[in-house]
């Protein structure tokens, strides 16, 4: 496809379940970024991937959010144990990861929303 | 203190008016600056980046750089009504770090 794209676009579940969200970057990007946005708020980073590799982890809010990348190309993030305070929009980016030119491409986003 | 700070607004520009959008980071060591913008309701999309100190100009955009204050700017030439958007100023440190301020609100009235 020609930008990132994410799955689902929304999401409903029950305080307690666990969720997954799903990341296809643009192809041949090698960076791809996690971000959590809540109504109102800019942008909170979870976790970016260099190739399958999670660098940099010191987002995620607590133990029961996890991410994979798999092949260099589609990410999921977990959400286990989801409460009311995870119901947010979750955006994914990804990019070249070139020096002087590390410009990130979003997806739509998820919104999740734990009732 | 916030990585990077930027005026909630809302800005409002008549019609035609230029806007003039700001933000400060607190790293020195940033290197790369991005201007994103965003409506209501969809994610942000990539408008600018600047990376040396200086002008860059984009159509109707310009961004301006100062390392030395540690101040990127946005300007909005002819505004139109289609530009009301939130705007997020990002700035990447320590190569693949990145941060966003929480965006400015941008009004421009017909």
């Known amino acids: 496809g020609a930008g990132v794209s994410q799955s689902p676009s929304n999401k409903v579940t029950e305080k307690g379940k666990d969720v997954e969200l799903r990341c296809d970057p643009i192809?041949?990007?090698?960076?791809l970024y996690w971000y959590r946005q809540s109504l109102g708020q800019g942008l909170e980073f979870l976790i970016y991937?260099?190739?399958?590799?999670?660098?940099?982890k010191s987002g995620l809010p607590s133990d029961r959010f996890s991410a994979e990348r798999t092949g260099g190309s589609v990410s999921t993030l977990t959400i286990q144990r989801t409460q009311q305070e995870d119901s947010a929009v979750y955006l994914c980016?990804?990019?070249?990861?070139?020096?002087?030119?590390?410009?990130?491409?979003f997806g739509p986003g998820t919104r999740l929303t734990v009732l | 203190q916030k990585e990077v700070e930027q005026n909630s607004g809302p800005l409002s520009v008549p019609e035609g008016a230029i806007a003039s959008l700001n933000c400060t980071y607190s790293?020195?060591?940033?290197?790369?600056f991005f201007w994103y913008r965003q409506y209501s309701g969809k994610s942000p999309e990539l408008i600018m980046s600047?990376?040396?100190?200086g002008d860059k100009e984009d159509g109707r955009f310009t961004a301006q750089l100062n390392k030395a204050s540690q101040y990127v700017s946005l300007l909005i030439r002819d505004s139109q009504p289609s530009d009301s958007a939130t705007y997020l100023c990002?700035?990447?440190?320590?190569?693949?770090?990145?941060?966003f301020g929480s965006g400015t609100k941008l009004n421009v009235k017909p």
């Open positions: 192809s041949g990007h090698t960076a």
């Open positions: 991937f260099q190739g399958n590799s999670a660098p940099d």
């Open positions: 790293d020195r060591g940033s290197q790369s």
């Open positions: 600047i990376y040396s100190n």
């Open positions: 990002a700035v990447e440190h320590n190569f693949n770090k990145f941060y």
């Open positions: 980016a990804s990019s070249l990861l070139a020096e002087n030119y590390n410009e990130q491409f």
